[in-house]
Nanobody, 117 residues
């Protein structure tokens, strides 16, 4: 059974930085695509960044140049380094794992990020 545990959210002022972490268990981590999504109040969940098992990445246009996704396969962990945070980045951030065999989706419990102006 796949489990994802996130950490690192919090309250930060605009222009500040946060790093989110997500540790997975119950899967061959290095083979799966990992992603970070976010959901602002009253809005749909949206992709922030993804990283494949081979290390290819893609980002939402709104975070390019500010956020960096990375993975540490021996630690079964994916990170999201968020710099130059803006109030528009506020939301609940969810870790996502896409299973490499059947492309099933698995989600973490979410971590709140609040950016004050």
């Amino acid at each position: 059974q796949v489990q994802l545990v996130e950490s690192g959210g919090g309250l930060v002022q605009a222009g500040g930085s946060l790093r989110l972490s997500c540790t997975a268990s119950g899967t061959i981590f290095r083979l799966n695509t990992m992603g970070w999504y976010r959901q602002a109040l009253g809005k749909q969940r949206e992709l922030v960044a993804r990283i494949t098992g081979g290390g290819s990445t893609n980002y939402a246009d709104s975070v390019k140049g500010r956020f960096t996704i990375s993975r540490d396969n021996p630690r079964n962990t994916v990170y999201l380094q968020m710099n130059s945070l803006e109030p528009e980045d506020t939301g609940v951030y969810y870790c996502n794992l896409e299973n490499f065999i059947d492309r099933s989706q698995h989600w973490g419990q979410g971590t709140q990020v609040t950016v004050s102006s």
